[in-house]
């Protein structure tokens, strides 16, 4: 059963769902959701699912849908195009129903056990993820174990529209360098500089609605996304993000590790092994303007 929790009361509210731990609708002094959230349980499942949703438990495309792991062979849901797997399949973090395990009038602990093979993943793995509100500063974590060698890489996926969509956006991405792809956008292993390229967001622009990649981002680099009335600044500890402006309805915003990182030995390790915690963390601060 899906569950509605309403955290904040102030200038910034949130609303969070517990089918796909999702953030639904984010408010900021009076104004209308900025972000494009689902209206019903349905849309979360079928045509919206992974609006406002953590993709997982590995985010982003697996080339040929397929991967090896201390010596185990795993094989995923060729999901798109019938080629690769994109969010981990049909039985991704997105889908699921997470469990409260503690909640306050500004913060909510969501918890997932994932079974060894689910969507074909090795190990039986926990996951958490923890939303705060701060005053103008919401702070999404993530933290996830195993007692299996297995591969994490945890993405919150809004689409910010900020009131007015993508076509009244501007976004600044801190970024000298992004991960080229081929046709069926998987990286090809090469990281690529942004000079004289349409990935060039190192100022404030109108981004190409043809950008659905990943971004190298410098360290404690930041993310900004402006409209007429408000602005977003985005802090993250994730070596990259994942931006994708193609949807009229908004930008997709989804600080990561790299798309794909089990086939690319130059790219950050997604693996994640027993005794160890993966951790992601993501401050959004909004400002009117």
């Not at 195009?81 to 991704?92: E, F, K, Q, V």
Request: hydrophobic share 35%; with cysteine.
């Amino acid at each position: 059963m899906n569950d509605i929790i309403q955290l904040g009361s102030g200038d910034l509210q949130i609303e969070v769902w517990t089918l796909g731990a999702r953030l639904n609708g984010v408010w900021f002094q009076g104004s209308d959701t900025l972000t494009a959230g689902s209206d019903s349980e349905a849309d979360a499942l079928g045509a919206k699912k992974y609006n406002g949703a953590v993709v997982g438990p590995v985010a982003n495309r697996i080339a040929q849908a397929q991967a090896s792991i201390a010596g185990r062979d795993c094989t995923f849901e060729r999901n798109e195009n019938g080629i690769t797997s994109l969010h981990s399949g049909a039985d991704g973090v997105h889908a699921q129903y997470w469990d409260v395990l503690e909640q306050t009038s500004d913060s909510a602990i969501l918890t997932l056990k994932l079974p060894d093979e689910t969507g074909g993943f090795p190990g039986n793995r926990t996951l958490v993820a923890e939303y705060t509100v701060d005053g103008d500063a919401l702070t999404v974590s993530f933290r996830a174990t195993t007692d299996a060698p297995t591969w994490m890489n945890l993405a919150l996926h809004p689409y910010w529209s900020l009131g007015v969509g993508r076509a009244g956006l501007t976004l600044q991405v801190d970024a000298d360098h992004y991960t080229p792809v081929d046709g069926d956008k998987i990286p090809t292993g090469e990281i690529a500089a942004v000079d004289g390229t349409m990935f060039d967001l190192r100022d404030l622009t109108a981004p190409s609605p043809e950008i659905d990649h990943n971004f190298v981002l410098r360290p404690e680099g930041r993310i900004v996304l402006a409209a007429d009335g408000f602005r977003m600044d985005v802090e993250t500890d994730a070596p990259g993000v994942q931006i994708y402006s193609g949807k009229e309805i908004g930008i997709a915003i989804e600080p990561q590790h790299f798309p794909d990182a089990m086939h690319h030995a130059g790219f950050p390790s997604i693996e994640l092994h027993p005794g160890s915690t993966y951790r992601q963390n993501s401050t959004y601060r909004f400002s009117a303007e």
